[in-house]
């Protein structure tokens, strides 16, 4: 299923267009480095070029939910039903990985009408894929993070703790039907998935293929995130996504800050925000960290313990004797 | 001196009994409180309990009760084999509780290597990593009070036919 950093660099000299990284600087990249794409937001005309041709390529991952849906309980268990909106474009649903965020921004005393293609950033450390409880959200070794429609209940923890909510449920699909479905479970969680199977096959992913705008690159992360730096250091471009949540996979090149970009969204459930984010997982990390050295440090006590024992019981055998010679 | 309305068996416990304890409170919260239907049978709603709502948060108590039970698991082995004043009933009870726990422990253990420490291991590896934890922690939650119980009735029923008292676990 994975597609290595190198079998996609040999398999995109054939078929990459003006999307892809040149190969000659991916070639010289890290072995270990993982693929992340470069969205340049001061070239997207906010076309949906990228937005159909993702719908096109997914169409055979989206859910067809049976109805009617199971009853839910307890009553507050609501159903995500999106199978009769399949063509709302205007945000992240289960049929609609990507859209278009549109945001008019005061910057330099120009208004600048901003158009950012938004979907799952590809985190470097996914809090969706560390704390599913099925291990259904899950890390590749690519750098993208997917969700297995045949392992997710749809408990919707990975939105929660995405800092970002960008997963979204649709109801009356995947594995819950066939074990409680009024009591555990509630559907599967869609997202961007990076297009896994089309890196399979050597292939751009669609909406970077699609874009009349080169608006999008991939590449080893390394050579994405110095090509950002070199923006922001050469042009005075702003980045998101080189930081945020500790590093992610998508990065964000913007002629406006976003900080500006930010405040002008009204972001919510499947309107991501472009705010600053700490790393989610920071604290887990250390305590993670922490687990590794805790067991020799117990076993080490342990020994000191038992060799005062012992160096006490050696005194009070000599004592003894002592007293008694 | 001890003070009147203190159980007896208080007296027994040193600080590292006291901190495993909360370790394995916290090991055992971690499992039920990272799995969403904790929070959909309103037991994250309860009353003081709101802070349990908190995935990440969960995820962190997990993770430091973790390290705190590595931490004094080699002084609790040491302990376990000091310990002769055990009667044969009450020895089979703690050492099916300490297998549990064992089979608990390796279970959070394999949970976070899999999918705490950013490896990248294969996704079907991590789907039966998690079905194991899932068994291995509910067999210790559930099963562990089930053997404390039979152990304080066996006690009972034995006072009962004036059979000597034994310990209790
Ligand atoms: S296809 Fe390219 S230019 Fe058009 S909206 Fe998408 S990213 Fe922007
Ligand atoms: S953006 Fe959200 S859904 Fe995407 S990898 Fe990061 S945490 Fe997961
Ligand atoms: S990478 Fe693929 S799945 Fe993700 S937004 Fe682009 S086309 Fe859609």
């Known amino acids: 299923m994975n597609i290595s950093r190198k079998d996609f660099l040999k398999k995109s000299a054939l078929g990459a267009g003006i999307a892809a990284l040149s190969l000659s600087s991916a070639a010289d990249a890290s072995e270990n480095s993982e693929l992340a794409t470069l969205i340049d937001l001061r070239k997207c005309i906010g076309c949906e070029a990228c937005v159909y041709a993702c719908q096109e390529a997914n169409a055979h991952k989206y859910p067809e939910p049976a109805k009617p849906f199971p009853k839910m309980y307890p009553e507050r268990v609501k159903v995500s039903d999106w199978s009769d ?20 921004v005061e910057h330099d005393g120009k208004t600048i009408e901003v ?39 749809g408990g919707a923890k990975c939105n929660a703790v995405c800092p970002w909510n960008i997963p979204q449920r ?3 699909v995947g ?62 471009a702003y980045i998101y996504g080189l930081e945020e949540n500790g590093g ?39 305590l993670a960290s922490a687990l590794i050295i805790a067991p020799f440090a117990g076993a080490a006590a342990s020994l000191l313990r038992i060799g ?12 003894e004797t002592e007293k008694n010679t | 001196m001890k003070l009147k309305k203190i159980p007896d068996i208080l007296y027994r416990f040193t600080l590292a009994d006291f901190l495993f304890i909360l370790a394995v409170f916290g090991l055992a919260l971690g499992w039920i409180g990272h799995m969403p239907v904790f929070k959909r049978y309103y037991l994250a709603d309860l009353p003081g309990m709101t802070w349990t709502g908190d995935y990440m948060l969960i995820n962190e108590i997990n993770l430091a009760s973790a390290s705190l039970a590595a931490f004094l698991i080699p002084q609790r082995i040491i302990k376990y084999y000091n310990e002769k004043h055990r009667t044969d009933g009450n020895h089979a009870r703690v050492r099916l509780i300490n297998i549990l726990f064992a089979g608990f422990f390796a279970g959070v253990l394999m949970k976070i290597i899999a999918t705490g420490m950013g490896l990248n291991i294969p996704r079907n590896v991590i789907f039966i990593i998690d079905m194991i934890y899932m068994t291995v922690s509910a ?16 006690v009972k029923v034995k006072d009962k036919a004036g059979i000597k008292k034994e310990s209790g676990i």
């Open chain 1, 248 to 286: 992610t996979n998508t990065i964000y090149v913007s002629a406006v800050p976003f900080e500006k970009m930010n405040n002008a969204i009204a972001s919510g459930q499947g309107n991501p925000h472009m705010d600053k984010v700490a790393s989610v997982m920071k604290k887990s990390n250390i």
């Open chain 1, 308 to 319: 005062d024992k012992i160096k006490k019981y050696i005194g009070e055998t000599r004592n």
């Open chain 1, 85 to 104: 909106k399949r063509d709302v474009t205007d945000r992240l649903t289960p049929y609609n990985w990507l859209y278009i965020q549109r945001t008019q």
């Open chain 1, 175 to 236: 594995p819950y039907l066939d074990i409680a479905p009024s009591y555990m479970g509630n559907g599967v969680m869609y997202k961007c998935d990076r297009c896994v199977d089309r890196l399979d096959k050597g292939q751009l992913p669609a909406c970077i293929e699609a874009c009349p705008e080169g608006v999008q690159k991939i590449g080893p992360r390394d050579h994405i995130a110095d090509e950002a730096r070199r923006a922001a250091k050469e042009e005075g």
């Open chain 1, 115 to 153: 158009c950012a293609p938004r979907r799952c950033m590809h985190c470097q450390e996914p809090p969706c894929a560390h704390l599913c409880p099925f291990g259904a959200a899950h890390k590749q070794a690519n750098g993208a993070t997917t969700i297995d429609p045949d392992i997710c209940l």
């Open chain 1, 170 to 172: 649709q109801t009356g």
């Open chain 2, 139 to 154: 067999s210790f939650i559930l099963g562990t009070p089930m053997i404390w119980l039979s152990g304080k009735i066996a």
